[in-house]
């Protein structure tokens, strides 16, 4: 059974860091990619960051870019989020997602097979 796990969610002031991670277990990514989501309360999911398993190649959402750096170790099967100067509107749940076929360039989250449970981001002003 695969599983996502996130870590590292929390309250932080706007201009503060955050450090996501994403842990994966039941099976060994080698292609496709690892993305990570956000839904604010009473918002759809959109789409933050991904990053290609195989290439590392990367692909951003406007809003974060130059902002959040997405990486990934292949060798221990876990994505990480590195989230600087953030700010009140970065405040949602954050959701990392698995996919098996999926290029960096997909963005829906219908794209992606595997999900996390989700963990907390909120930024204060």
């Known amino acids: 059974q695969v599983q996502l796990v996130e870590s590292g969610g929390g309250l932080v002031q706007a201009g503060g860091s955050l450090r996501l991670s994403c842990a994966t277990s039941g099976r060994t990514f080698s292609s496709g990619a690892m993305g990570w989501f956000r839904q604010a309360l009473g918002k759809e999911r959109e789409f933050v960051a991904a990053?290609?398993?195989?290439?590392?190649?990367?692909y951003y959402a406007d809003s974060v870019k130059g902002r959040f750096t997405i990486s990934r170790d292949n060798a221990k099967n876990t994505a990480s989020l590195q989230m600087n100067s953030l700010k009140p509107e970065d405040t949602a749940v954050y959701y990392c997602a698995a996919g098996i076929w999926t290029t960096v360039g997909h963005t829906r989250p219908s794209s992606y097979d595997y999900w996390g449970q989700g963990t907390q981001v909120t930024v204060s002003s």
């Open positions: 990053i290609s398993w195989s290439s590392g190649s990367t």
